[in-house]
């Protein structure tokens, strides 16, 4: 088996608000076999600036892949958003040779070059190409049967396509196999690939709201008991938030939103308290009751 | 009976618009793809914000930069609209590169000094801490109790250059 060691890309919205997914995903990593690196040096992917300058976001994403480079090891991280950054930024740059001067020129100033040697993966990409589900399934000491969820999956995961390419970005399964892993049943749900609405909140809060509105609906009405998220900034709508939607569209969610790793953390016998579970604004008690009996 | 000639309907005058703008979204990476939109709408009718919006149609934005309505699109809130989903991206028969080439309009808009404050606080944030939000010291402190390593400090100075050289200075609150 390849080695699975990988420099850990924390980003900024995990630790600046989301820290129950770093503490559950450093639980459950390990016990696949795979081995953390932290990132002393790394800035902020570059996502946040896009809108405003697409050469700051591409410098941002590429110093960071420099570090990696360095370092002869690739990178994971647990948010979509970073993740679909440093993919999309690599892979334009390994393949487009004009662009890729652009950027060097830029990286020569602080005595760096991209040279394209590395790879940057999503957790979930990770878990299905070097982990694998054999492997994750060997892992599973609690099963979580009886408990049924759904997923939301986050855009940047698999949008745009052509840079993704591990699953199928219109009727993906990936996170659904990885979810089925723990026991749990994955429930399909109308719209379930749609957008969570975290980007446009600083700029139109209402358009924000309801699309989290709508989707908490969706999952509510196809029966499920929570929501299984893999992306800090799709939790922070769904979890920190929805007692602002619940509040501004007079209506009652009351629904748990958990990490993966949360999830595969219980079936593989962690406690709820190490895997940060009382961090979540939603109170996922209920679950955790109804997985005792 | 003869049929009076019918007058095309006026909705812009031609004296307003900039034929040159469609050119400068062309140039910037990943605007090239706008000359060849053949407004089909298949981007608004898979836009999740344009469900709930009743200004943003990727569509009509498109439409308007072919046309040069320059000032309209730049100064128009709707831009800033788009969730970056790339729904639109992945579903446009015609290979556009819809949610770059809105990407690509947002850049321009900002480069005229329109710019939603949360760029500036994204931007001065990154300037000054390496990270995007401002990361308060009581959450280094819940770290260590957690058992977590330290939040990594990254190397200022040389992000602080990369935000210059990329002309990101001028994002950057005064």
């Given at each position: 088996?390849?080695?699975?060691?990988?420099?850990?890309?924390?980003?900024?919205?995990?630790?600046?608000?989301?820290?129950?997914?770093?503490?559950?995903?450093?639980?459950?990593?390990?016990?696949?076999?795979?081995?953390?690196?932290?990132?002393?040096?790394?800035?902020?992917?570059?996502?946040?600036?896009?809108?405003?300058?697409?050469?700051?976001?591409?410098?941002?994403?590429?110093?960071?892949?420099?570090?990696?480079?360095?370092?002869?090891?690739?990178?994971?991280?647990?948010?979509?958003?970073?993740?679909?950054?440093?993919?999309?930024?690599?892979?334009?740059?390994?393949?487009?040779?004009?662009?890729?001067?652009?950027?060097?020129?830029?990286?020569?100033?602080?005595?760096?070059?991209?040279?394209?040697?590395?790879?940057?993966?999503?957790?979930?990409?990770?878990?299905?190409?070097?982990v694998g589900l054999e492997k994750i399934?060997?892992?599973?000491?609690?099963?979580?049967?009886?408990?049924?969820?759904?997923?939301?999956?986050?855009?940047h995961l698999l949008r745009p396509a052509?840079?993704?390419?591990?699953?199928?970005?219109?009727?993906?399964?990936?996170?659904?196999?990885?979810?089925?892993?723990?026991?749990?049943?994955?429930?399909?749900?109308?719209?379930?690939?749609?957008?969570?609405?975290?980007?446009?909140?600083?700029?139109?809060?209402?358009?924000?709201?309801?699309?989290?509105?709508?989707?908490?609906?969706?999952?509510?009405?196809?029966?499920?008991?929570?929501?299984?998220?893999?992306?800090?900034?799709?939790?922070?709508?769904?979890?920190?938030?929805?007692?602002?939607?619940?509040?501004?569209?007079?209506?009652?969610?009351?629904?748990?939103?958990?990490?993966?790793?949360?999830?595969?953390?219980?079936?593989?016998?962690?406690?709820?308290?190490?895997?940060?579970?009382?961090?979540?604004?939603?109170?996922?008690?209920?679950?955790?009751?109804?997985?005792?009996? | 009976?003869?049929?009076?000639?019918?007058?095309?309907?006026?909705?812009?005058?031609?004296?307003?618009?900039?034929?040159?703008?469609?050119?400068?979204?062309?140039?910037?990476?990943?605007?090239?793809?706008?000359?060849?939109?053949?407004?089909?709408?298949?981007?608004?009718?898979?836009?999740?914000?344009?469900?709930?919006?009743?200004?943003?149609?990727?569509?009509?934005?498109?439409?308007?930069?072919?046309?040069?309505?320059?000032?309209?699109?730049?100064?128009?809130?709707?831009?800033?609209?788009?969730?970056?989903?790339?729904?639109?991206?992945?579903?446009?028969?015609?290979?556009?590169?819809?949610?770059?080439?809105?990407?690509?309009?947002?850049?321009?808009?900002?480069?005229?000094?329109?710019?939603?404050?949360?760029?500036?606080?994204?931007?001065?944030?990154?300037?000054?801490?390496?990270?995007?939000?401002?990361?308060?010291?009581?959450?280094?402190?819940?770290?260590?109790?957690?058992?977590?390593?330290?939040?990594?400090?990254?190397?200022?100075?040389?992000?602080?250059?990369?935000?210059?050289?990329?002309?990101?200075?001028?994002?950057?609150?005064?």
């Amino acid at each position: 088996m390849a080695e699975l060691k990988f420099l850990f890309f924390l980003g900024c919205t995990i630790p600046y608000r989301v820290s129950s997914y770093e503490v559950s995903a450093r639980r459950v990593l390990p016990k696949l076999g795979a081995e953390l690196f932290e990132m002393p040096d790394f800035n902020c992917c570059g996502l946040p600036v896009d809108p405003a300058n697409h050469e700051l976001m591409l410098v941002l994403a590429a110093r960071n892949l420099c570090l990696a480079e360095q370092q002869k090891m690739n990178i994971v991280t647990l948010c979509t958003g970073c993740a679909t950054t440093l993919r999309k930024t690599n892979k334009m740059l390994k393949e487009d040779k004009k662009l890729r001067e652009t950027i060097n020129d830029y990286l020569k100033k602080v005595g760096m070059e991209f040279k394209g040697t590395v790879e940057a993966k999503h957790l979930v990409q990770m878990l299905k190409e070097d982990v694998g589900l054999e492997k994750i399934k060997e892992t599973v000491q609690k099963p979580l049967t009886g408990l049924s969820v759904a997923e939301h999956c986050g855009c940047h995961l698999l949008r745009p396509a052509k840079f993704s390419g591990f699953d199928n970005s219109e009727n993906p399964t990936t996170l659904k196999n990885l979810i089925e892993l723990t026991g749990a049943k994955c429930l399909d749900y109308t719209d379930k690939t749609e957008c969570c609405g975290y980007t446009v909140v600083a700029i139109d809060e209402k358009v924000s709201l309801s699309l989290a509105r709508e989707k908490l609906r969706h999952v509510k009405e196809a029966g499920a008991e929570a929501m299984i998220t893999v992306c800090p900034s799709c939790h922070l709508m769904f979890d920190m938030q929805q007692s602002r939607i619940e509040r501004a569209f007079g209506e009652t969610f009351n629904l748990p939103v958990l990490h993966y790793t949360q999830l595969l953390g219980l079936a593989m016998g962690f406690s709820p308290e190490e895997l940060a579970l009382k961090e979540l604004r939603v109170d996922p008690s209920r679950i955790l009751e109804a997985l005792k009996t | 009976m003869t049929e009076k000639a019918a007058e095309p309907p006026r909705n812009v005058e031609p004296a307003k618009l900039d034929p040159t703008f469609k050119h400068e979204v062309m140039r910037e990476h990943d605007g090239e793809t706008l000359k060849i939109c053949f407004q089909c709408g298949t981007c608004t009718s898979s836009c999740p914000t344009a469900r709930f919006s009743s200004s943003y149609r990727p569509r009509t934005v498109l439409r308007m930069a072919q046309l040069g309505l320059r000032e309209k699109v730049l100064s128009s809130n709707a831009l800033w609209l788009c969730t970056a989903c790339f729904t639109c991206t992945d579903r446009c028969p015609q290979n556009v590169e819809v949610a770059s080439v809105l990407r690509v309009l947002r850049n321009i808009a900002v480069k005229n000094d329109i710019v939603p404050v949360i760029y500036r606080e994204l931007t001065s944030s990154i300037h000054d801490t390496g990270y995007a939000y401002r990361i308060p010291e009581l959450r280094q402190k819940k770290r260590e109790e957690a058992g977590l390593p330290p939040l990594p400090k990254s190397n200022l100075a040389d992000v602080a250059k990369l935000i210059a050289l990329t002309g990101g200075s001028k994002l950057l609150k005064k």
